[in-house]
């Protein structure tokens, strides 16, 4: 029996080194020279939504502050131009036609009150609308109410309003005695008188929105007596806004 050669395959030099391909795994991430690549994911990806949102609140807001910014110098500007004065009132006249003690401890009452109404302007006009209120009190108790007539008061223009009032104080009794004791002690009666008015200021040719403007006034007289005029001794009035 022959014996056959053993044949032995010889390396090829020119024949390259095959080198392992890296696995094609989905969702591998690369390795990172400073370590483990699970240790260092990718970024999620933005939401879109959060980024629209957040545009829309930047844009309201500047769209707010230039809005104020616009009103405020625009307020600004007709200061300037107008120079706005708040108007003046006085109690001219007050005389008593009803003031009565009825037997069910109640007192009835009826004022004429006259009033002049000062508008010291010179470029703006007030409107006197409709909605007003105008009471006298005595200490915490209400004694008559009535209302301002509507009306248009021009540029520089003195207004004088004649106004009825009347009304019914439950309880009275005690407000009769205090009454008595204050005149025979100091000589005099404090009362009070409140104005609610609603107003439109004009500008020009511009006529703004309603506002509504409170008057106090603190109005000393000698007595209380009906179908008399009451002397008044002093009378002081507060004219401001109301916010």
């Known amino acids: 029996m022959s014996n056959h050669p053993k044949v032995h395959p010889l390396h090829d030099p020119e024949a390259r080194s095959a080198r392992p391909s890296a696995p094609l795994v989905s969702g591998a991430y ?11 994911p990718l970024a999620p990806p933005r939401k879109r939504g959060r980024s629209c949102c957040c545009r829309c609140v930047c844009c309201t807001l500047c769209l707010l502050f230039l809005l104020v910014v616009a009103v405020g ?23 008593l036609t009803l003031f009565a003690l009825n037997q069910d401890s109640s007192l009835s009452t009826a004022f004429n009150v006259t009033i002049t109404a000062k508008n010291s302007n010179e470029k703006i006009g007030i409107y006197y609308e409709d909605g007003s209120e105008i009471t006298v009190w005595y200490k915490e108790a209400k004694l008559s109410q009535g209302s301002l007539p509507k009306f248009y008061q021009g540029h520089e223009n ?6 009825e009032m009347s009304g019914q104080a439950k309880n009275a009794t005690g407000i009769m005695t205090t ?37 106090r006034c603190d109005v000393f007289v000698d007595s209380l ?18 916010l």
């Open 158 to 163: 003195s207004t004088v309003i004649y106004v």
């Open 225 to 242: 007596a009906a179908n008399n005029v009451i002397k008044i001794q002093s009378s002081s009035c507060k004219f401001r806004p109301r």
């Open 73 to 95: 110098a625009t307020i600004g500007a007709l200061y300037l131009v107008y120079k706005p004065k708040l108007p003046d009132y006085s109690i001219d006249r007050l005389q």
């Open 30 to 40: 690369p390795r990172s020279e400073q370590g483990d690549p699970a240790k260092y």
């Open 179 to 215: 009454l008595q004791e204050q005149q025979q002690t100091t000589g005099n009666i404090p009362l009070r008188i409140n104005v609610n008015q609603p107003v439109r200021i004009k500008f020009g040719m511009l006529k703004l929105m309603e506002v509504r403007f409170l008057v």
